[in-house]
């Protein structure tokens, strides 16, 4: 869902306060002028139904037990998502992902969760420390080939699930050996979902992985994005203009969004967009 303005600003000004102190993401302050060439375009089409399939396992990943999601009982996984065989539930103390087949796409999809709430204190406050750590690495744990630099947040939120998720998605590919793969996510879990893609096809792990994301924010330096771009070519970010998060961080510390984008207009929240204007008090069954 789009951030409240009041709770981004107070972030930032978090944020702020970190920086004027010295703090470790200062060096993400600094224009970033390395030059990589552009970030090529996609041809990938955009298909409106699929789309809105991926904002429904998105929004699923909002449950408010795992177990629902193993059982596959919640209000969206009874209806719109009938065929989906639950196979693996991931958490740690403030991420979550799950995965499965999807039967009537005859593919598997991976989902991470995004930003908790604050009736979950612990894991919303853990979620913004992430979120707001601007400080870019290199992604050595997604293999040698990536160039460029990530998010530290968004990387290290990742690798501490990534043992787990190669070996849960492996595990499910032996499986469905001719099943191909969706990995989708929103707002946070759309940052996670575009680096486990990345690193999906860097570790030979799935050759032609489809991204579909929904609210993301930027993930990596104008090198990362290239390199994402050229390789993964099936690739769609859902975003709207009024969606502060697809907005960080800002261009000026050096990072720059993936293709391809697709931008709706009319309305402020792409989950309305998506037939889901319900969906806060629809997830949480």
């Known amino acids: 869902m789009a951030v409240p303005i009041k709770l981004f600003l107070v972030v930032q000004v978090l944020v702020a306060v970190v920086l004027l102190n010295g703090g470790p993401v200062a060096d993400a302050f600094v224009f970033d002028r390395k030059s990589c060439g552009a970030v090529p375009s996609n041809n990938y089409a955009y298909d409106e139904s699929l789309a809105k399939r991926m904002m429904a396992y998105s929004a699923s990943a909002y449950v408010k037990h795992p177990r629902i999601l193993q059982d596959w009982t919640c209000t969206l996984c009874k209806s719109v998502l009938k065929g989906f065989q639950p196979f693996r539930v991931i958490e740690t103390d403030d991420l979550l992902s799950y995965m499965g087949y999807d039967s009537t796409l005859r593919m598997i999809v991976v989902v991470f969760r995004g930003t908790v709430g604050p009736g979950r204190f612990t894991a919303f406050v853990k979620n913004w420390i992430l979120n707001a750590s601007f400080k ?117 510390t050096g990072y720059q969004h993936v293709s391809r984008e697709v931008q709706d207009k009319t309305t402020w929240d792409h989950r309305v967009y998506l037939g889901y204007r319900g969906i806060s008090a629809r997830r949480r069954k």
Do not use: W
């Open 136 to 252: 870019k690495v290199k992604p050595t744990r997604l293999g040698l080939s990536v160039p460029g630099e990530v998010h530290d947040g968004f990387y290290n939120g990742y690798v501490g699930m990534q043992t787990q998720i190669i070996s849960a998605l492996q595990h499910l590919q032996a499986q469905h050996p001719r099943a191909g793969l969706y990995v989708t996510g929103h707002s946070l879990g759309a940052a996670l979902a575009t680096i486990a893609t990345m690193d999906f096809y860097s570790k030979g792990v799935s050759t032609n992985p489809i991204m579909i994301n929904f609210g993301s924010p930027r993930v990596g330096d104008k090198c990362f994005a290239k390199y994402f771009s050229e390789k993964i070519t099936r690739s769609i970010r859902v975003v709207h203009s009024k969606d502060i998060v697809t907005h960080v961080p800002p261009e000026i």
